[in-house]
């Protein structure tokens, strides 16, 4: 086994008894990135000096016994999250030369335990996507099958982990964005609740769904990381002030309390779901069954079904309004006109994707004077019922399971000019996000052609910890 395929864990204690030096484990992904990312593209930019100077610190910590659990460990970020100096695209050629002055606080909390940042990742456009391929800086393919896309829109952080060109990502859920290219890259992947880990410094898509969490190839990772980002910040008003739980001290701590777990039947009766990966999810939660402390029941979540109309006003709508800072005046690239309102026009015509133009006026039109009762309020009553459904069902359970997504990595170009076709993607992803719960994606199996399966697990609003719990014992079935 390479250095670079190892876990945080085992490369923690690799570190910590001195069998490799930081500077090694780093040069051991930057190698990888090398030879892999021209055919994968999971980076925009790589920092290789940074990096390098970044482990050479990180072993004199280690030296001077300062080590903490991420210190030496070389990570990824998503292109749509701010770190100080290094270029952070969103993957729009509009931010082609935003070189941000300050770190998100996620990204801040990790780096202050030492942890090595290798390169900032490819996604689609400021989140827009479940494929990268809205990306303006070519798609993501997946390691698995070059000819097939990572998911999205956190799919270059998914890649570069399944990839082995780091050890951990960090990425942005709106509306599946971590769990879905978790999923199909066969790593696992962690949407908080809403409120639980801070958005400063993460761009904005929309503001009322958006999150941001880790991902990694263990939910033991996970668990690991979801410790260091979690808790209430002052530059996001949206955090809560809850303890923040020791995650992964938890994860076996409780082995023997009894789980009930919902299956939600709508989750697996949708038309057009491969049949494999549902038997792969099923056969799985049969093993989950025969567990001692878990007790498996069905039940139903009737207005499941309408999550995706209402996320694609919700988000849109939101997505209208956040995105009209980015106009090419501030910073950015600017496009040259003769008057004001053409730098504006031809700033965005050029610098934004199709896809991210489509929900910017999707939304300008939901929120229109004549049409908001119609649409942006209707989706917000219906939201409340979705969130009603969940609460409901959380009465009688502690956590759901489902399929992450109702098909595995499909081919690059596949969907692409089916706008409907590729939001279909975000089915079983969206319902969580547009009720603000915490979800987790775990590698189940594989197809009979070698693609990566997800199981996605659900749990109660700030009740991470039995979400990790279940998925840590999933993994080690
Ligand atoms: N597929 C979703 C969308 O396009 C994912 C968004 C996200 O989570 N950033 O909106």
Redesign the pocket.
């Given at each position: 086994m390479n250095i670079n395929e190892l876990t945080i864990k085992q490369a923690y204690d690799g570190l910590k008894k001195g069998d490799f030096s930081s500077v090694e484990l780093t040069k051991a992904c930057l190698a990888r990135i090398k030879k892999r990312n021209k055919d994968i593209n999971a980076f925009i930019t790589v920092t290789e000096d940074l990096a390098l100077e970044e482990a050479q610190i990180a072993d004199e910590m280690i030296a001077n016994k300062k080590q903490k659990m991420l210190t030496g460990i070389p990570f990824s970020v998503k292109d749509?999250i701010d770190v100080a100096d290094v270029r952070s695209t969103a993957s729009a050629k509009i931010l082609d030369n935003y070189v941000p002055s300050f770190d998100a606080t996620v990204i801040s909390n990790i780096r202050k335990q030492g942890a090595v940042l290798v390169g900032k990742t490819n996604?689609?456009a400021?989140?827009?996507?479940?494929s990268n391929e809205?990306s303006m800086y070519g798609p993501v393919r997946n390691p698995y099958d070059l000819d097939r896309v990572a998911g999205?829109?956190?799919g270059g952080s998914a890649a570069s982990v399944a990839d082995h060109m780091c050890i951990f990502s960090i990425g942005?859920?709106?509306?599946?964005?971590?769990r879905?290219p978790a999923s199909l890259c066969g790593i696992a992947g962690l949407r908080p609740s809403y409120g639980r880990n801070s958005r400063y410094g993460i761009m904005p898509?929309?503001s009322s769904?958006?999150t941001v969490g880790p991902m990694a190839k263990t939910v033991e990772d996970i668990a690991i990381l979801e410790e260091v980002m979690a808790g209430r910040d002052e530059k996001d008003a949206t955090t809560v002030d809850n303890e923040v739980p020791e995650y992964s001290k938890q994860l076996t701590a409780n082995s023997k309390q009894k789980l009930k777990i919902g299956i939600p039947k709508e989750y697996f009766d949708l038309e057009g779901m491969d049949e494999e990966t549902k038997t792969i999810v099923e056969n799985k939660i049969n093993e989950i069954a025969k567990l001692p402390n878990c007790q498996i029941v069905e039940v139903s979540l009737p207005y499941t079904k309408y999550a995706i109309p209402v996320?694609?006003i919700v988000?849109p709508s939101e997505d209208s309004s956040n995105l009209g800072r980015i106009d090419g005046v501030r910073y950015g690239v600017q496009a040259q006109a003769d008057n004001l309102y053409d730098v504006y026009a031809r700033s965005r015509a050029q610098g934004l994707p199709e896809?991210v133009k489509r929900?910017i006026m999707i939304g300008t039109y939901a929120l229109s004077a004549g049409y908001y009762d119609a649409y942006y309020r209707k989706a917000q009553k219906v939201r409340t019922l979705i969130r009603q459904d969940f609460e409901r069902v959380f009465e009688e359970v502690d956590l759901l399971i489902t399929p992450t997504s109702p098909f595995p990595a499909f081919k690059i170009g596949e969907k692409k000019d089916d706008v409907l076709a590729?939001?279909l993607?975000?089915v079983f992803?969206?319902p969580a996000?547009v009720a603000g719960l915490p979800a987790v994606s775990v590698p189940v199996g594989n197809t009979k052609s070698g693609l990566p399966v997800g199981l996605q697990i659900i749990g109660k609003r700030l009740d991470e910890e039995h979400v990790l719990q279940l998925g840590h014992t999933i993994e080690r079935l």
């Open positions: 749509a996604c689609d400021f989140g827009h996507g479940a809205n999205g829109s956190s942005e859920d709106t509306g599946g964005s971590i879905q898509m929309a769904l958006d996320y694609y988000v896809e929900r590729m939001y993607a975000d992803v969206a996000s």
